[in-house]
């Protein structure tokens, strides 16, 4: 049971590239989620989504997008990436009511 | 006042002791509450999920005071490996909007 999986790990990205980050989870959860966390910070939400098809704004939603075609897949996208988006991307996903269960990160870089 | 609020910390405590930390939060709504670790530069783990009446898990007692709308965590006979961040996690209303704070640090001291 793999839970919650992000792919990539890792990544490197120059200013104004753009890219997707992947979570996808086993569970059956209907609610996912997508944070930032940055050095010695608080974990920050970035989208939710509440069911396949449908996407919610967090309180750090700029320069970001996110999709949710399948319930098992919940992708962010980096439309052009800045500097400021280098940070530690978590995935999450939860029951209704439901504990969150987190995937093990994207350490992203931007140069 | 912060919709979920904790004491950042450091609580520096020598190994074998016990220590609690406490959470505010503000919405008198909400309904789940949940603590979690999060180890440095790693994903956060459930601990626990929080109950009315509250609950226990091993050295782990978790509770919730309603009408002064906090929750506590007390960990007794603290090991080495307890050295961790500890987040307070609340749903913000019935619309599942969970709210993470910013997290305690403990350090067990040797």
């Known amino acids: 049971n793999a839970g919650v999986t992000q792919t990539p790990k890792f990544r490197v990205l120059k200013t104004g590239q753009s890219m997707t980050l992947l979570c996808a989870q086993d569970m059956n959860h209907e609610y996912m989620y997508w944070y930032r966390q940055d050095p010695g910070m608080g974990l920050r939400l970035i989208h939710y989504?509440?069911?396949?098809?449908?996407?919610a704004k967090g309180e750090v939603p700029d320069g970001y997008n996110v999709s949710r075609l399948k319930k098992q897949n919940f992708l962010l996208g980096l439309e052009s990436a800045a500097p400021s988006q280098t940070s530690v991307y978590f995935c999450?996903?939860?029951?209704?009511?439901?504990?969150?269960?987190f995937g093990d990160g994207t350490r992203l870089s931007i140069l | 006042r912060k919709e979920v609020e904790q004491d950042p910390g450091p609580f520096n405590v020598p190994e074998g002791a016990t220590v609690a930390f406490n959470c505010t939060y503000s919405n008198s709504a909400s309904q789940s509450f949940f603590w979690y670790r999060q180890d440095c530069r790693k994903e956060p783990k459930l601990l626990m999920s929080?109950?009315?009446s509250g609950n226990e898990d091993g050295r782990f007692t978790a509770q919730l005071n309603r009408a002064s709308q906090y929750i506590s965590l007390l960990i007794r006979d603290s090991k080495l490996s307890d050295s961790a961040t500890y987040l307070c996690?609340?749903?913000?209303?019935?619309?599942?909007?969970?709210?993470f704070g910013k997290g305690t640090r403990l350090h067990i001291l040797p």
């Open positions: 996690v609340v749903n913000k209303d019935r619309d599942d909007k969970i709210i």
């Open positions: 999450a996903s939860s029951r209704p009511g439901g504990p969150q269960h």
């Open positions: 989504s509440v069911g396949e098809g449908t996407t």
């Open positions: 929080v109950y009315s």
